[in-house]
């Protein structure tokens, strides 16, 4: 038997006694071969996931690691996997204020692969050897000036996905809401109608306030991710022709609905909110971050939903599994518009057609993926509604796409004590279950914790994900029993 290092979550303070470091075979630090590779490149085996660094001299890793953990560009991810024993040299020590996680030390069996299942979000996926290949050929000029025929390309082919006029490629979903509302909303002050937990509210640090100059009047959401109309009509009334209300102008709606766990608002409703906006004059725009993820829940084109809306941004970083980037699409004078405030917000990227290409990948095989995330989540979400625990629910009704929302009940397990314990690997689980699993969720709110499905999430990692998500609740309801 081999000692390897394995990062886990398991509190730096639940570390247990370290193997003696320098002793010959012992202090294996595994390294997953894509995600830190920037590490070291010089041991892979090559058959596994995983290099080791063990067969490196002790003095010319260590170095290295040091030397990135002093250089700025060292992420926190990297050093998320330093071993406990950079707690014995001063100098790393900086690294633990950085990493958010602790390392344990488990004895394992040598042939144990460690297999890493990350669904906390739909934004963690790394392009495919298909799109990297992509970004090395692809075609470029510089995009400020119109000048890329692979940005061009794609901003063609999202319009006319999205039923639009025209496109604008933006770095991010944020910077593409953000345009939008500044380019519907014509005057400071302006009232902008969402729901309470959509996420420009929420997560986009107020840019609509703080940049736009606008002023967001909220809705309460109902749980399927759509808020009522007439609590919305009555609104509008009420500050419609005031002196002394703020004027509204803009109807913001969120499709999927991440903070409701990935609903598909249905197209009635759209339809509807499409005819009461027209009725008093107001604009849509659509935060469509996962809008292609509620096109193929529905099973229409993604027009079909973006028709009853001006303006729709699109995320190529979620389920296209694009490294970066996102969409604005609208009629052509709004994308004109758009373009200035691009400008305004430093958002043009020059030769953008790297990552442009990638995205073209990505939407290549969209369909096919959605729709096998979809099917993932749905059974991950079946597998916990039937084991029936008392400490974690589920609703399978409610997984209509690439989320699911778990429920913790009582105060017992607290959503990122499950998380911890999800990411952790215990030598009861490699004995009980013959294998190494750690499944990264997030915890969402007091109650509930997320898991997102994307592509690269197997049927394989989700059959892994459940049976840890068993062998851990059985585990803690064996221990609250006996507490009890
Ligand atoms: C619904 C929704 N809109 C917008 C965004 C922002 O995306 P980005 O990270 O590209 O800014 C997200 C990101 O998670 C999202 O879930």
């Known amino acids: 038997?081999?000692?390897?290092?394995?990062?886990?979550?398991?509190?730096?303070?639940?570390?247990?006694?370290?193997?003696?470091?320098?002793?010959?075979?012992?202090?294996?630090?595994?390294?997953?071969?894509?995600?830190?590779?920037?590490?070291?490149?010089?041991?892979?085996?090559?058959?596994?996931?995983?290099?080791?660094?063990?067969?490196?001299?002790?003095?010319?890793?260590?170095?290295?690691?040091?030397?990135?953990?002093?250089?700025?560009?060292?992420?926190?991810?990297?050093?998320?996997?330093?071993?406990?024993?950079?707690?014995?040299?001063?100098?790393?020590?900086?690294?633990?204020?950085?990493?958010?996680?602790?390392?344990?030390?488990?004895?394992?069996?040598?042939?144990?692969?460690?297999?890493?299942?990350?669904?906390?979000?739909?934004?963690?996926?790394?392009?495919?050897?298909?799109?990297?290949?992509?970004?090395?050929?692809?075609?470029?000029?510089?995009?400020?000036?119109?000048?890329?025929?692979?940005?061009?390309?794609?901003?063609?082919?999202?319009?006319?996905?999205?039923?639009?006029?025209?496109?604008?490629?933006?770095?991010?979903?944020?910077?593409?809401?953000?345009?939008?509302?500044?380019?519907?909303?014509?005057?400071?002050?302006?009232?902008?109608?969402?729901?309470?937990?959509?996420?420009?509210?929420?997560?986009?640090?107020?840019?609509?306030?703080?940049?736009?100059?606008?002023?967001?009047?909220?809705?309460?959401?109902?749980?399927?991710?759509?808020?009522?109309?007439?609590?919305?009509?009555?609104?509008?009334?009420?500050?419609?022709g005031s002196q002394y209300y703020p004027r509204p102008e803009l109807i913001c709606l969120e499709n999927t609905h991440c903070s409701a766990g990935g609903r598909v608002l249905p197209l009635q409703y759209l339809q509807e909110m499409h005819q009461l906006a027209h009725q008093y004059g107001l604009k849509i725009h659509l935060d469509g971050a996962r809008v292609l993820n509620a096109a193929v829940a529905l099973g229409v084109l993604p027009s079909h939903i973006t028709q009853h809306c001006d303006s729709v941004s699109l995320c190529l970083s979620k389920g296209v599994g694009a490294p970066a980037g996102a969409l604005l699409a609208g009629r052509r004078e709004f994308i004109v518009e758009a373009w200035r405030v691009r400008k305004l917000l430093g958002g043009g990227m020059r030769q953008a057609g790297v990552l442009a290409a990638a995205a073209l990948v990505g939407l290549r095989h969209m369909e096919e993926t959605l729709r096998r995330d979809h099917n993932n989540a749905r059974s991950f979400a079946e597998g916990v509604y039937n084991l029936g625990s008392p400490l974690c629910s589920i609703n399978p009704a409610t997984v209509e796409t690439n989320i699911v929302m778990m429920t913790t009940s009582g105060s017992w397990l607290a959503p990122a004590k499950l998380c911890e314990l999800m990411e952790a690997v215990s030598e009861e689980e490699v004995a009980t279950t013959g294998q190494a699993v750690s499944v990264r969720l997030f915890p969402w709110g007091e109650h509930s914790l997320r898991a997102v499905w994307h592509c690269d999430v197997s049927a394989q990692d989700t059959q892994l994900a459940g049976s840890k998500l068993r062998f851990v609740l059985d585990k803690c309801e064996r221990e609250q029993v006996q507490v009890c």
């Open 1 to 240: 038997m081999q000692h390897e290092l394995r990062y886990s979550c398991q509190g730096v303070g639940a570390c247990p006694a370290p193997p003696a470091y320098g002793q010959p075979g012992m202090g294996t630090l595994l390294i997953h071969k894509n995600q830190y590779q920037t590490f070291n490149k010089a041991v892979a085996h090559p058959k596994s996931k995983w290099q080791s660094l063990s067969a490196i001299p002790k003095h010319s890793w260590l170095s290295r690691i040091k030397s990135r953990c002093h250089s700025q560009s060292v992420a926190s991810q990297h050093c998320t996997l330093l071993p406990w024993w950079h707690l014995r040299h001063t100098p790393l020590a900086p690294a633990l204020r950085i990493g958010a996680h602790g390392y344990h030390i488990t004895s394992l069996p040598a042939e144990t692969e460690h297999h890493v299942v990350d669904l906390r979000s739909d934004t963690v996926t790394r392009p495919s050897p298909e799109m990297r290949q992509a970004m090395a050929q692809a075609e470029v000029g510089d995009d400020d000036y119109g000048e890329d025929p692979t940005v061009n390309e794609l901003q063609s082919v999202i319009a006319d996905l999205l039923g639009k006029e025209e496109a604008i490629f933006v770095p991010t979903a944020t910077m593409a809401n953000l345009i939008a509302v500044m380019c519907h909303c014509c005057r400071r002050g302006a009232q902008l109608l969402l729901g309470r937990e959509a996420h420009i509210h929420v997560f986009e640090h107020g840019g609509v306030a703080q940049v736009a100059g606008v002023h967001s009047e909220t809705l309460q959401d109902l749980p399927d991710g759509t808020f009522r109309l007439d609590e919305l009509e009555h609104k509008i009334q009420q500050s419609y």
